[in-house]
């Protein structure tokens, strides 16, 4: 089985059987970054470009090491660096990498929906690695790995999402695929921060914190994104941390096996203690490296050939 599109844009347009072929390739993936030698030969000749017109650290790492350990050619373009500087529009960018070879071109770019215009303007592979408040498809993909990983299944769980949902592309992007993948997903936050249209998403939305967290398998943290507000939309981060920070106390209100998960960059002491981000219920160090097997297997389904590794 093979992915429908050649790219990978978000997990709206993702099928269940799509987003299960993913996860069950990023099996096969894991194994291969817990050998000694991390080095398969799969994608050699084949060129990834990473093109990141925001700060990274885990995503565009990650699908770098990807690339490389299934052989790939790889380039990061910085575009503090680059020709966007001089005022070079995305689609010659993105045209002027094409020309060179590029096989698939991973952007993360501040505006909702410009990876859509790359796949309208590049005949090669597009993965979005994060657009403006759109989605963060392979975040999202990642999490629910490391949730069937630990759970040992996705359907029927119960899932709070907790802080910044509006602004929040991972949280999009969870909310489609755990909806499709069968999960009771709840979302919670200050209600300037949630969607209005939550129910069109399938999912339960409460300013009650503690009402999310009650009898929840997987709580799942987000970053206040402090970059994005406009402001006025929370009185202080001091007061948000009160009203909404998970601590020990609110986590206690989950089930007792329950799963704390954050994407990462967390602020520590803002939307979750310390004590719980270090503790055994914390699959935040887990998530970074099953980033790179899911990442592996979207590159491998993408350009590899799409049959079982
Ligand atoms: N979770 C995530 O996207 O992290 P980075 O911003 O470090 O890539």
Known sequence: MRLK???????????????????????????????????????????????????????RTSFELAGKYMSADTVNIATTT????????????????????????????????????????????????????????????????????????????????????????????????????????????????LPPAAQELGVRATSRVEEALEGADVVNVLRLQLERQKGGLFPSIREYSRMFGVNRERLALAKPDVLLMHPGPMNRGVELSSEVADSVYSSINEQVTNGVAVRMALLYLLLGGGEAA
């Open 5 to 59: 599109s050649k790219h990978v844009l978000g997990l709206r347009e993702m099928e269940a059987e799509e987003i299960n072929l993913v996860l069950d390739t990023a099996d096969s993936m894991k194994e291969i970054i817990g050998r000694e030698i991390k080095k398969v030969p799969t994608l050699r000749g084949r060129t990834l470009v990473t093109l990141f017109y925001e700060p990274s650290t885990r995503t």
């Open 82 to 193: 680059s020709a966007v500087v001089k005022g070079e529009t995305l689609k010659d960018t993105a045209r002027t990498l094409e020309m060179m070879g590029t096989d698939v071109l991973v952007m993360r770019h501040p505006i909702s929906g410009s990876c859509h215009l790359l796949a309208r303007t590049v005949s090669c592979s597009v993965i979005n690695a994060g657009d403006g408040m759109h989605e963060h498809p392979s975040q999202g993909l990642l999490d629910l790995y490391t949730i069937r990983q630990k759970k040992g299944k996705i359907a029927g769980l119960r899932v709070a999402i907790v802080g910044d949902i509006l602004h929040s592309r991972v949280a999009r992007s969870n909310l489609w695929g755990l909806t499709k993948l069968g999960a009771e997903v709840v979302v919670t936050g200050p209600s300037t921060l």
